[in-house]
């Protein structure tokens, strides 16, 4: 009977956190609901204008822009953007990979000279990195309520340190939002903006006022703080995105491994009541004897 209680204590517990898992499906899906809904408005506007800056771009012979001189890469910083909580299946061990694989393949000769530094936005990734590379400050606050104020200054920090070639590139790397259960890792040169000169055949000829240098000089750092923060709200949409798959297979295990110990329990019990039937049955034959 003591193996039976065991049965019950462990089918108990399966069941509080199958409850627990549960529950965390339920709030996954809500915050996702509100974060999904924020990044299919943003990224329309934020691909429009990623656009724009490069159709200005081509038609620029000199940019007299610091956000797009290209300088000898000397000091990377690589912004990595993980989640505060766990939970989420490999949302976060995917990235932590990635990074990994970048600054060994990529940036492996910087990295022995301490010239690749990391900043992460998220306290997983902060936690996974702090004791093997160079990170700059922490930024644990933005996914509590995230805004497009702390973004910005987040990524002002970012470009002020490129202005003052603190860093020669930045790059950011992050899970992109495709569907619930889907996203997809990807790195994206932040600094310094890349013109893609393969797009001549989309180029469009704007009349400009006052003029193109004041607009370019005005609208370049507006649109880095729009990409950056399109960044944050892909990765927070799929973390959501990613909890909720997790969660919502974690309940699925718990409620076949719970009828697989009631099997076993009804086995157990099964047998523990035909021992005492023969045991019964024994001893009224012995006393018939």
Same mark, same amino acid.
């Given at each position: 009977?003591?193996?039976?209680?065991?049965?019950?204590?462990?089918?108990?517990?399966?069941?509080?956190?199958?409850?627990?898992?549960?529950?965390?499906?339920?709030?996954?899906?809500?915050?996702?609901?509100?974060?999904?809904?924020?990044?299919?408005?943003?990224?329309?506007?934020?691909?429009?204008?990623?656009?724009?800056?490069?159709?200005?771009? *081509?038609? !620029?012979?000199? +940019?007299?822009?610091? =956000?797009?001189?290209?300088?000898?890469?000397? %000091? @990377?910083? $690589?912004?990595?953007?993980?989640?505060?909580?766990?939970?989420?299946?490999?949302?976060?061990?995917?990235?932590?990979? *990635?990074? !990994?694989?970048? +600054?060994?393949?990529? =940036?492996?000769?910087?990295?022995?000279?301490? %010239? @690749?530094? $990391?900043?992460?936005?998220?306290?997983?990734?902060?936690?996974?990195?702090?004791?093997?590379?160079?990170?700059?400050?922490?930024?644990?606050?933005?996914?509590?309520?995230?805004?497009?104020?702390?973004?910005?200054?987040?990524?002002?920090?970012?470009?002020?340190?490129?202005?003052?070639?603190?860093?020669?590139?930045?790059?950011?790397?992050?899970?992109?939002?495709?569907?619930?259960?889907?996203?997809?890792?990807?790195?994206?040169?932040?600094?310094?903006?890349?013109?893609?000169?393969?797009?001549?055949?989309?180029?469009?000829?704007?009349?400009?006022?006052?003029?193109?240098?004041?607009?370019?000089?005005?609208?370049?750092?507006?649109?880095?703080?729009?990409?950056?923060?399109?960044?944050?709200?892909?990765?927070?949409?799929?973390?959501?995105?990613?909890?909720?798959?997790?969660?919502?297979?974690?309940?699925?295990?718990?409620?076949?491994?719970?009828?697989?110990?009631?099997?076993?329990?009804?086995?157990?019990?099964?047998?523990?009541?035909?021992?005492?039937?023969?045991?019964?049955?024994?001893?009224?034959?012995?006393?018939?004897?």
């Amino acid at each position: 009977m003591a193996n039976l209680k065991d049965i019950r204590l462990r089918i108990n517990s399966i069941k509080s956190t199958q409850q627990t898992t549960k529950a965390m499906k339920m709030v996954s899906a809500a915050k996702l609901r509100k974060a999904q809904d924020g990044i299919i408005r943003l990224r329309p506007y934020a691909n429009k204008l990623k656009e724009l800056i490069q159709n200005l771009l *081509l038609g !620029q012979q000199e +940019i007299d822009s610091p =956000y797009v001189k290209v300088r000898e890469v000397k %000091n @990377v910083l $690589l912004v990595v953007v993980t989640s505060n909580k766990g939970l989420c299946g490999a949302f976060n061990s995917s990235i932590f990979k *990635l990074t !990994q694989s970048i +600054i060994q393949e990529k =940036y492996s000769h910087l990295h022995k000279t301490g %010239n @690749v530094h $990391l900043l992460c936005i998220g306290k997983k990734g902060y936690e996974f990195f702090k004791r093997t590379h160079s990170l700059i400050g922490e930024n644990h606050d933005l996914f509590s309520k995230v805004s497009f104020k702390q973004t910005a200054n987040v990524a002002e920090m970012v470009m002020q340190g490129f202005i003052d070639e603190k860093w020669d590139k930045v790059e950011i790397i992050y899970n992109e939002f495709k569907n619930v259960a889907t996203q997809i890792r990807k790195v994206e040169t932040f600094l310094p903006l890349e013109v893609q000169k393969t797009n001549h055949q989309n180029f469009v000829d704007y009349i400009f006022e006052p003029n193109k240098e004041e607009i370019l000089t005005d609208l370049i750092p507006k649109i880095l703080k729009i990409q950056f923060y399109k960044c944050v709200l892909d990765s927070n949409a799929s973390e959501h995105g990613a909890r909720m798959v997790a969660m919502d297979a974690a309940t699925e295990n718990a409620s076949q491994l719970i009828n697989q110990l009631k099997l076993v329990y009804n086995k157990e019990r099964q047998a523990a009541i035909t021992k005492e039937i023969l045991e019964i049955v024994g001893g009224a034959e012995a006393l018939n004897q």
